[in-house]
C-alpha cells in the first residue's frame, strides 16, 4: 500500500519575491487605465492611455466587502500614479487605513502624493518595483524628472522591498549600454541603489546580444544587483492540481473595475464590478489543474494553495486519502 506524506515544495530564490502575511487577502489591482509611456515591450496592448480608473471608493469597496487586513498589489494595465490627479491623494487616503497596505510597480515618471506620506504610511508600503524605461524617458524629455523622483523615492522609503528595474529588451539592445552608463552617472552616483536587470518576457535573445548582456554585468558590476530570467513555471507544471485560494483571499481587479477570483480560469472570471459595487465571494477552494501563470507563483509563495500528485500507478481522480500537501517553504 502506497505511503503519501506531506512534503514542502522549494521554490526557487527570488529576491523580488513579494512578502505576503497569513491574515491578509491579496488583491492584485490594474487600477489604472493611463500610462504617460508608450514602451514596446509592454505586457498590456494597446497600452493603455485614456481608459477608466479605479477610485479611492472602488477600492475600498473592495476592502470593506473583503473584510480584514488587505495588501493590494498596484500592477498591471496602467500606472499606478498616472490613474489619477495629485489632488486626489489617492495612496495617502489608502494608507490611513491600518487595515491596507500596499505594493506599488511604477514607472517614476509621477510620483504625486509618495513624498509626503507620513512614516506610519509608508510602513505599509510593503513592496516597491520602480522601472528605468530608458528608451521611453529620453524620447519624452522625462530623464530629469525621473531621476529626480527616482531619489526622492529612494531617499525616503529604501529597504530590501525596494527594487529598481530595467527591462533589456532584445529591440533595445542598441541603448542598454548608454542606459546603465546614464544610470551609473546620474543616479547610483548620487545614491548607491544598485538596479536587476530582467528580460523581456515577450522576446529571446540572440546570441550577440547574450555577448552583450554578459559584457554589461561585468562592466557595470559596481551599480547591478542581479539578472531575472524567470522560471517559476518550472516548479510549478509538475503537480497534477491545487486548491486554491482564488475567489476567497486571492482576487484581481480591472481598471474598469471588474473582479475576478482568478483572471486565468474562464469560470472564475468576473465574480463582479467595484464600479457597479457588486461582489460574490467564493465560499470555497477552487481545483485547478491549469497552474502555470504569474499568479499562481504569487499565490504559492504566499502559501494559499495546497498542490495534489498522483501516484505512477494510480491514473485516476486525486483524492484525499491519496495526495501529497505541499506548503512553500519558510
Known sequence: MQTISEVRLE?????????????????????????????????????V?????????DLMFMA???????????????????????SDRLLQRLLEHEHIAVALDVNGVVIHCFPELSDEQLKRVRHVNLTFHYQ???SHKALQVWRDNALRMLHRHDNPDF?????????????????????????????????????????????EQEALLQALTQDFAPILHSVRRGNFESVLK??????????????????????????????????????????????????????RHCDCYHIASAGRMTFYKRSASDPGPPHPSRTIAIHPAR
Open 136 to 138: 521611453q524617458l529620453k
Open 64 to 86: 470593506q466587502r473583503i473584510g480584514g487586513k488587505v495588501f493590494f498589489i498596484f500592477s498591471g494595465r496602467g500606472d499606478f500614479f498616472a490613474g489619477y490627479r495629485k
Open 238 to 291: 509538475s503537480f497534477d492540481h491545487v486548491s486554491c485560494a482564488a475567489g476567497r483571499t486571492y482576487f484581481r481587479v480591472w481598471n474598469n473595475g471588474d473582479i475576478d477570483a482568478c483572471p486565468n480560469v474562464s469560470e472564475l472570471r468576473l465574480i463582479g464590478n467595484a464600479k457597479s459595487r457588486q461582489f460574490a465571494l467564493r465560499a470555497d477552494d477552487f481545483a485547478c489543474a491549469d497552474v
Open 163 to 207: 527594487f529598481v528595474n530595467f527591462i533589456l529588451s532584445p529591440g533595445e539592445a542598441p541603448i542598454w549600454r548608454e542606459a546603465l552608463q546614464w544610470y551609473q552617472t546620474e543616479v547610483h552616483a548620487h545614491y548607491p541603489k544598485a538596479l536587476i536587470l530582467i528580460n523581456d518576457v515577450l522576446a529571446g535573445f540572440s546570441a
Open 11 to 47: 521554490l526557487p530564490h527570488d529576491e523580488m519575491q513579494i512578502k505576503f502575511r497569513p491574515d491578509e487577502s491579496i488583491v492584485f489591482a490594474s487600477s489604472s487605465g493611463h500610462c504617460n509611456l508608450d514602451c514596446s515591450y509592454c505586457v498590456a496592448s494597446p497600452v
Open 49 to 57: 492611455k485614456l481608459q477608466p480608473s479605479l477610485s479611492y471608493e
